[in-house]
């Protein structure tokens, strides 16, 4: 009997301790599980960017005289400023194909963009474009105008483009070209001729 | 019945008769001035309004009426394009077009009149010319013909001195007559505002015998004026200082006036224009201090090259040509921009010229650039607006000076015509001693021009980054050949800015 009585106790011991388990699993459990779930979620959406535009991006030409366009696939954006912030992280990431030369320092990032309801686009870089930037008066038109010319030839909302480095407005990038106010578009720089690399 | 139709002849007569009898023609007609010559246009007033009648208007510019008697109307027609009026409407119909008038059309028996108004608004915008009405000096212009507005004002004292404004600019011929100065216009006609009345040793400025001179007449207590012509800005002002003479003028034609220039008998002399003479040029040696510039594969810096080719230029137009000889700095420090061109303009620089090397990523770019200012469209319109607002300051003497309001750093805007001459002359003195980039003169929002409140152009004299141009670059030789070449060039546009100016 006391026996009897010893072994139902073991039992219900047990079973206390299973549910305790139980409950502590419950507790700890479920974190791990919405952890799992979590990148899947994320990565369903990367087929839709699959979408793009054709975008004209701006280089030196190989004598180092003007501007060529070459046109590149960039993602499609569902506005105006994000669509100018693709195309800019393009014209900012990508090499210059040869014989053409990069003018825009490399490791300039893009901080921000935005375009206001006059038609005002302001690019703002980081501060390498003006660190890194190598000078010489054309150089720096060149630089000035592939960024310019590369907003207002993709986005027909942009008139003109005012250059902010780190968020502020400056007189210059190297000490030439005339940055305190929006620029319009400088055709005269491009070369139609070698408009064909790719 | 008869009253009837009695009351309608009188409702007609009222109206339309009463006002013409009384107002009459304008004491000054209108003068339609084209450049086939002038011919008087007959106008009436009315109620203060001054009205053109339609057949006069077939008969100046060659239009065709036809009235329509169904709509109470009147179509004006000219190349198969027409202007539709109604009696007693302010408005025309042009093309379809409304076009207010500031009066209505009128129907006086079987004339019809329009107000003067009509001929600059609706039938400009049919008319294959020009048509423009200057209503304070009651002129109508008819086609490209070139009517400057020209206005004066005379500041009394000794010397007496008056300041004539020709706007658009136009080349002046000044000639020295006894007892006055004649000014000849080169224009189709004058747009003359009311003169001001004479002051101090001016008599009094009024047109002269042709439509195209203007008579300066002096007192006789005057000795012999001078004039200078200067044009900026699309206005050429001629500014005339007229000293008192030694002694009373004589009449007669042995008169002997005292004076820099002894008169010469006979011919009217051309008086000497007298501009300003050069006395200061400022170099801006590029970059310096930490702002290095361009480096080259040796070390050799931008802001180095720079400051010696400065103090070359510096030494060599002293010692040549006189003139003193600023440079915005003359050790390594650094300087903004506006530092800079505070420093020439302070100076009273005739002349601004900075100097820089070029680099570039194409390593094979090379040849010496001239920069000068190009303005972007919305800074030419804060000039233009500038130009044409102004301010207008009471002069003494009676009459006005208009003085233009520019930002001050636009004020490079009033020089663009001479920088784009100074890029010309530079680039021609450079080619002569260097090599020159494939596009040896370029136009751009340069900072440090547009600050500059004079002649202005910025060089760079060549390629830092091509490896050939960098060894060059160090030797002797070649900064000799940089500092030659500007100081031709400076030579030649210190010659043509010190002449007389023909706009």
Known sequence: MSMKAWWLAFVGGLATLVVIAVVVARIYGPATSEQAEAPAESTTPAPVETAHITATLFFGSADGQGLVPIRRDVPLAGNVVEQGRQILTAQLREAAPPPSVTVVPEGTTLRAFYVTDQGDAFIDLSPEVVSRHPGGSLNELLTVYALVNAVTANLPAARRVQILVDGKEVDTLAGHVDLRRPLTPDTSLVRQAEASGK | ?503
């Open chain 2, 1 to 503: 019945m008869r009253a009837t139709t009695l009351l309608a002849a009188l409702l007609i007569f009222v109206p339309t008769t009463r006002p013409y009898a009384q107002d009459g023609t304008p004491a000054t007609p209108v003068t339609l001035v084209s450049r086939e010559g002038r011919r008087p246009v007959p106008t009436t007033l009315q109620g203060g309004r001054e009205l053109v009648p339609l057949d006069e208007v077939v008969a100046l510019f060659g239009v065709s009426v036809r009235e329509d008697a169904l709509a109470g109307g009147v179509t004006v027609s000219y190349r198969g394009r027409s202007i539709v009026a109604s009696a007693n409407r302010p408005m025309v119909s042009v093309e379809g077009r409304i076009v207010t008038l500031p009066s209505p059309v009128v129907r006086s028996g079987r004339r019809w009149l329009v107000p003067i108004e009509f001929l600059p608004t609706a039938l400009a915008s049919i008319y294959d010319r020009r048509i423009e009405l200057r209503r304070a000096s009651r002129l109508l212009l008819v086609g490209d013909v070139r009517l400057p507005r020209v206005s004066a004002a005379i500041i009394a004292g000794s010397p007496t001195r008056a300041e004539v404004e020709i706007v658009p600019a136009a080349p002046v011929a000044v000639t020295v007559e006894r007892g006055r100065l004649l000014l000849r216009i080169d224009a189709d006609g004058l747009d003359l505002a009311t003169p001001p009345a004479g002051a101090g040793l001016i008599d009094r400025i009024r047109s002269g015998d042709q439509p195209t001179t203007l008579i300066v007449s002096l007192t006789d207590a005057a000795g012999t004026g001078r004039a200078t012509v200067a044009t900026a800005n699309n206005i050429t002002r001629v500014l005339i200082e007229v000293p008192a003479a030694a002694e009373p003028r004589v009449p007669g034609p042995e008169s002997r006036v005292p004076g820099p220039e002894s008169r010469v008998p006979g011919p009217a002399p051309r008086i000497p224009i007298v501009s300003r003479a050069w006395q200061t040029i400022a170099i801006d040696p590029g970059h310096g201090g930490d702002d290095v510039g361009v480096r080259g594969a040796r070390g050799v810096e931008e802001k180095q090259l720079t400051l010696d080719v400065a103090r070359r230029l510096k030494t060599m137009v002293e010692a040549r040509l006189g003139l003193r000889v600023i440079l915005t700095r003359d050790d390594d420090r650094t300087l903004s921009l506006d530092e800079r061109a505070a420093v020439a303009n302070n100076g009273k620089a005739n002349l601004l010229l900075s100097l820089h090397v070029n680099g570039s990523r194409a390593t094979i770019s090379s040849g010496a650039e001239v920069f000068h200012l190009q303005l972007d469209r919305e800074s030419e319109g804060v000039v233009r607006a500038a130009a044409v607002e102004g301010v207008a300051l009471p002069a003494l003497g009676g009459g006005t000076r208009r003085l233009d309001l520019i930002p001050w750093d636009l004020a490079q805007a009033r020089y663009l015509d001479d920088s784009a001459r100074l890029a010309n002359v530079l680039q021609e003195e450079l080619q002569r001693q260097v090599p020159m980039s494939a596009q040896p003169i370029r136009q751009a929002p340069m900072r440090l021009l547009a600050a500059a409140n004079m002649p202005a152009a910025l060089i760079e004299v060549a390629y830092l980054t091509n490896p050939e141009q960098a060894a060059r670059l160090g030797t002797e030789d070649f900064k000799a050949s940089i500092a030659q070449a500007v100081f031709s060039a400076i030579v030649r546009f210190r010659a043509w800015s010190e002449e007389p100016r023909r706009p």
